[in-house]
């Protein structure tokens, strides 16, 4: 068993920059190494990788990951996620991380395993297909194009989780809503700020909205809350967040007063000391910065458009809705995750995420009503709606691999859902004979510059993948 193949593909799959939207020369790298290797491919018009590799040894068996990854850094790294290498390294021979930029082991590391199973000289007389996606971590648009009647597999294997101790067999909706409020500006000939909040851990806003991490464009809007109880402040612009499916761990406003700024500051400092108690378990570094800017042309945005914007984000329903004591899982959550401003609108982005249709409902219900109120422009695309699996409690595929890892390896695997999007539900609607899991490496604070995965767990996964394909 060749597992450093895996670790090859992965390092190659690095030096190729492939964010959502970017993924041209990451597909063809991909196609490049499965033709290289006979597997038959086709490219749909999406741009959708599809492969059937052939083999005496029939498995029935759909091996499926994204192509693309998230791309966030730290504020002080100059990456360039269109033509920059990851750079990452290994930790003590356990974990690998990047270097100030997501890893992209999500899903890098999954694509990077079939790969090597298309090599491995103890899989070269199966017989097994592969479907490789675009934009997964954005619009989905891939996954929810995929063809029908091209693939005869009874198995789906998603290699998209980050437990390895974990088959999950459903998954949760994601909704994105788009709202744009109207401002005016108005020149005021007064001083400008900028103010920012950053070094928040932020996190996937499916699998850690539970937590009490900051939404950094939301807390940065309470203090200007409470800053407009007391002094004379107007907004200029604001930005924040690069993938609506990450909680914000930072947020930059500049605003304009000509009240006195000490007195600000201080205000300031008080209010995040009381905002820091509540938040220092999963927040140590969290911080702020307030500084003048010099030069800064553009127009103020007017008294009323301010407050208008401070209310509606203080107003808007985020964070965890609704949460499964039973199941052990959050069922409905609002993530903002965008926010930025042009010169007559403030856009922000949610990401709805739900297990159960009337909570999708609900969701959009409780942003639809505040913009009507609000008298401004909301969008729900939902012809993009990622679709939610409820699971098959008799998921036989995950029983096998359960007792397959116990036999082979001692290892316990759960069997559950996860509050977060998973491709398979796309796939099983188009295809709703097949049995589906997604089972995964260990990874860890994906989406964020912190994210990083064991050495060890991918070594179990993929030993795991062939003895799972070899008895079947």
Avoid at 337 to 361: A, F, H, Q
């Amino acid at each position: 068993m060749k597992q450093d193949l895996v670790f090859k593909y992965f390092t190659e799959i690095c030096q190729i920059p492939h964010t959502s939207g970017n993924e041209g020369a990451i597909r063809e790298y991909l196609l490049d190494v499965l033709q290289k290797n006979g597997v038959e491919t086709y490219v749909d018009p999406i741009g959708n990788v599809y492969g059937k590799k052939h083999g005496n040894i029939k498995t029935s068996i759909l091996y499926q990951a994204h192509m693309d990854m998230v791309g966030a850094k730290t504020t002080d790294s100059t990456h360039d996620f269109l033509k920059d290498p990851i750079k990452y390294q290994c930790i003590d021979n356990k974990i690998i991380k990047a270097e100030k930029t997501t890893l992209g082991a999500d899903n890098g590391i999954g694509v990077a395993m079939i790969l090597a199973m298309v090599c491995d000289d103890l899989t070269k007389d199966f017989d097994f297909e592969i479907l490789l996606t675009v934009e997964e971590e954005t619009t989905t648009i891939g996954a929810a194009n995929i063809q029908e009647n091209y693939f005869t597999s009874k198995y789906l294997i998603n290699l998209d989780s980050e437990e390895e101790d974990t088959i999950t067999i459903g998954s949760a909706s994601s909704c994105k809503v788009v709202i744009d409020i109207p401002i005016t500006r108005k020149d005021l000939n007064q001083k400008k700020y900028l103010f920012k909040i950053f070094d928040g851990i932020s996190g996937h806003s499916g699998a850690t909205i539970h937590e009490k991490r900051a939404n950094c464009i939301v807390e940065i809007f309470n203090i200007l809350k409470e800053l407009l109880k007391k002094y004379k402040i107007n907004l200029v612009t604001a930005k924040a967040g690069e993938v609506v499916n990450a909680i914000p761990g930072s947020c930059e406003v500049i605003f304009s007063t000509n009240d006195d700024i000490n007195a600000i500051i201080k205000d300031v400092k008080e209010i995040f000391t009381i905002f820091k108690k509540a938040y220092e378990e999963f927040e140590p570094n969290l911080n702020f910065n307030i500084s003048e800017v010099d030069d800064y042309e553009v127009v103020d945005i007017n008294d009323k458009s301010t407050l208008d914007v401070v209310n509606f984000i203080v107003a808007a329903n985020n964070g965890l809705n609704t949460y499964s004591f039973e199941q052990k899982m959050t069922t409905s959550s609002t993530n903002l995750g965008i926010l930025y401003v042009l010169e007559n609108v403030v856009t922000l982005m949610w990401l709805n995420r739900s297990s159960y249709k009337y909570l999708d409902k609900k969701l959009n219900n409780k942003l639809i009503a505040i913009s009507e109120l609000a008298s401004v422009n909301i969008t729900i695309d939902e012809q993009k709606t990622l679709p939610g699996l409820s699971p098959l409690m008799n998921n036989k595929l995950a029983l096998l691999i359960k007792d397959v890892a116990k036999e082979k390896f001692n290892k316990e695997m759960n069997v559950s859902s996860i509050h977060a999007g998973l491709e398979f539900g796309y796939i099983v609607n188009k295809y709703p004979n097949m049995i589906p899991v997604s089972i995964g490496p260990n990874m860890y604070e994906v989406h964020t510059p912190n994210e990083y995965v064991e050495i060890d767990s991918i070594f179990y996964i993929y030993k795991l993948l062939i003895e799972v394909m070899k008895h079947i």
